[in-house]
């Protein structure tokens, strides 16, 4: 498809699991960023990768959390030994050229540690 | 750490009325962007504004980005039930941070 595509949709996990949540941005995009909603509420930046710099992780709650983009392309979000505060919908956006050009987002993931 | 403060946090009223929304920072941003998000859907942009005092007009929202450019106001004249949902500001190229900054969201319902 055209547009930012993120899989899963859904995804249900116990405490203390690892997860894995994919991005693929719209072809082209140099940026990408990571971010994170709670219900209803505004969204928490995580991460965000432009071309060959080297990504803004400043955003990341803990040591827990990474990320990685390949080839400039597809990024993975890794949450490891997930708590239930990980609980929230991760979105994905991508852009051109990065911050003042529209951020394209896909539909997010739903994360439900249990 | 950079904030960007929307208020109000929660708006209903009714279709035909008139409604502001205020995004407000004490950093600078080089631009400024509006997004609504549907349930269940990720933000759609709305606007982009890159000049202090400029404003832009979307049919019937204006969006007028502050002198200082960080603050900026979202205004939707005669509400329409079309227009529930949740606005999003973000600031982008503010001191210290590349990646774009959201706010922390107005959520619009607007009852026929």
């Known amino acids: 498809g055209a547009g930012v595509s993120q899989s899963p949709s859904n995804k249900v996990t116990e405490k203390g699991k690892d997860v894995e949540l994919r991005c693929d941005p719209i072809s082209g995009h140099t940026a990408l960023y990571w971010y994170r909603q709670s219900l209803g509420q505004g969204l928490e930046f995580l991460i965000y990768?432009?071309?060959?710099?080297?990504?803004?992780k400043s955003g990341l709650p803990s040591d827990r959390f990474s990320a990685e983009r390949t080839g400039g392309s597809v990024s993975t979000l890794t949450i490891q030994r997930t708590q239930q505060e990980d609980s929230a919908v991760y979105l994905c956006?991508?852009?051109?050229?990065?911050?003042?050009?529209?951020?394209?987002f896909g539909q997010g993931t739903r994360l439900t540690v249990v | 750490t950079q904030l960007l403060e929307q208020s109000p946090q929660f708006l209903s009223i009714q279709e035909g009325e008139n409604l502001t929304v205020y995004c407000n920072s004490s950093s600078v941003f080089s631009s400024l962007q509006w997004y609504r998000q549907e349930p269940g859907e990720g933000p759609v942009l709305l606007v982009t504004?890159?000049?202090?005092?400029e404003v832009k007009k979307l049919k019937r929202l204006t969006f007028q980005f502050g002198d200082a450019r960080k603050d900026s106001s979202l205004h939707i004249t005669a509400a329409q039930p079309g227009d529930t949902g949740l606005y999003l500001c973000?600031?982008?190229?503010?001191?210290?941070?590349?990646?774009?900054?959201f706010g922390s969201g107005t959520r619009l319902q607007v009852q026929p």
């Open positions: 504004v890159v000049t202090g005092g």
């Open positions: 973000a600031g982008g190229g503010g001191t210290g941070r590349r990646a774009l900054t």
């Open positions: 990768f432009q071309g060959n710099s080297a990504p803004d």
């Open positions: 956006a991508s852009s051109i050229t990065g911050v003042g050009t529209e951020a394209f």
